[in-house]
């Protein structure tokens, strides 16, 4: 079975998307991709390298140049935290994809993560209520903190072949 769009997952830093993403394409046998890894690859630089050298504009242009490419190539793609923050971004996932926004409370989300800018807490929440507007504009929602892995997997599976 192959579905007409991809699956795209969005969600906060540390909500889980690549991890699912992974996972999930594993288990059904689909093409995976991270955004923010396959951009890292392209430029030869991590995200926290990229926007200290290059600045957030930069990212951000490269970024939705990327996902264009990458929207017709994968079955599954774990998004950046701030993809859907252009909207030009959000509008080519709602009409080409199946946006589904991975749920998770702040308070529940790692405050540290690998590869990426070092945030307080202050900043991390700010960042997090900027992006939500976007997050809730994906018709998908799963709320991580009420589904364990196999139901996670069965709704994606559901969301996927429809």
Same mark, same amino acid.
């Given at each position: 079975?192959?579905?007409?769009?991809?699956?795209?997952?969005?969600?906060?830093?540390?909500?889980?998307?690549?991890?699912?993403?992974?996972?999930? =394409?594993?288990?059904?046998?689909?093409?995976?991709?991270?955004?923010?890894?396959?951009?890292?690859?392209?430029?030869?630089?991590?995200?926290?390298?990229?926007?200290?050298?290059?600045?957030?504009?930069?990212?951000?242009?490269?970024?939705?140049?990327?996902?264009?490419?990458?929207?017709?190539?994968?079955?599954?793609?774990?998004?950046?935290?701030?993809?859907?923050?252009?909207? =030009?971004?959000?509008?080519?996932?709602?009409?080409?994809?199946?946006?589904?926004?991975?749920?998770? =409370?702040?308070?529940?989300?790692?405050?540290?993560?690998?590869?990426?800018?070092?945030?307080?807490?202050?900043?991390?929440?700010?960042?997090?209520?900027?992006?939500?507007?976007?997050?809730?504009?994906?018709?998908?929602?799963?709320?991580?903190?009420?589904?364990?892995?196999?139901?996670?997997?069965?709704?994606?599976?559901?969301?996927?072949?429809?």
């Amino acid at each position: 079975m192959q579905p007409s769009k991809p699956l795209c997952l969005c969600g906060f830093m540390g909500a889980g998307k690549t991890t699912l993403g992974d996972l999930f =394409s594993k288990k059904y046998h689909l093409t995976f991709q991270d955004l923010d890894h396959a951009l890292e690859k392209e430029l030869g630089m991590n995200v926290t390298e990229i926007f200290e050298t290059q600045g957030e504009e930069y990212f951000r242009k490269k970024e939705s140049e990327l996902l264009k490419l990458l929207i017709n190539q994968y079955n599954i793609i774990a998004l950046g935290g701030g993809t859907l923050l252009d909207e =030009s971004n959000l509008n080519l996932l709602l009409e080409r994809s199946k946006l589904v926004y991975l749920n998770k =409370s702040f308070t529940d989300l790692p405050k540290e993560l690998p590869n990426r800018p070092l945030l307080s807490e202050e900043s991390q929440r700010f960042l997090f209520e900027q992006r939500l507007p976007g997050y809730l504009k994906a018709p998908y929602t799963l709320d991580l903190q009420q589904l364990d892995e196999s139901e996670i997997h069965g709704k994606l599976w559901q969301i996927w072949s429809e």
